[in-house]
């Protein structure tokens, strides 16, 4: 099993920034691929980022300059650095693990945390 929790979440004036945090703690050995997703009220879930074990971050779109993901492996922590915030980044940001990446539309997540409510406001 893997645990994830994320914290770092709050509410920002547009423009501002905000970093999130996922530690990541259990079968550790087991995770190839880890990501933030994003979900804002009456919107479905949505990728922010995905990050391969081994390979380059993908980001979406719509954060691409803005929001950067780091990892720090030796305390099994990962990291959303979040600039210039938008009213519409609002939304509850989650990490999640997985065994296999198999791109950014089909890997499939085992793990997921409790989330992080981001708040921008104009």
């Known amino acids: 099993q893997v645990q994830l929790v994320e914290s770092g979440g709050g509410l920002v004036q547009a423009g501002g920034s905000l970093r999130l945090s996922c530690a990541a703690s259990?079968?550790?050995?087991?995770?190839?691929?880890m990501a933030w997703y994003r979900q804002a009220p009456g919107k479905q879930r949505e990728l922010v980022a995905l990050?391969?074990?081994?390979?380059?971050?993908i980001y979406a779109d719509s954060v691409k300059g803005r929001f950067t993901t780091s990892s720090d492996n030796d305390r099994n922590m990962m990291y959303l650095q979040m600039n210039n915030l938008k009213p519409e980044d609002t939304a509850v940001y989650y990490c999640?693990?997985?065994?296999?990446?198999?791109?950014?539309?089909?890997?499939?997540?085992?793990?997921w945390g409790q989330g992080a409510q981001v708040t921008v406001s104009s």
């Open positions: 999640a693990a997985g065994k296999q990446c198999l791109g950014p539309r089909t890997t499939r997540y085992d793990y």
């Open positions: 259990g079968s550790i050995f087991r995770i190839n691929v």
């Open positions: 990050v391969p074990r081994s390979g380059y971050v």
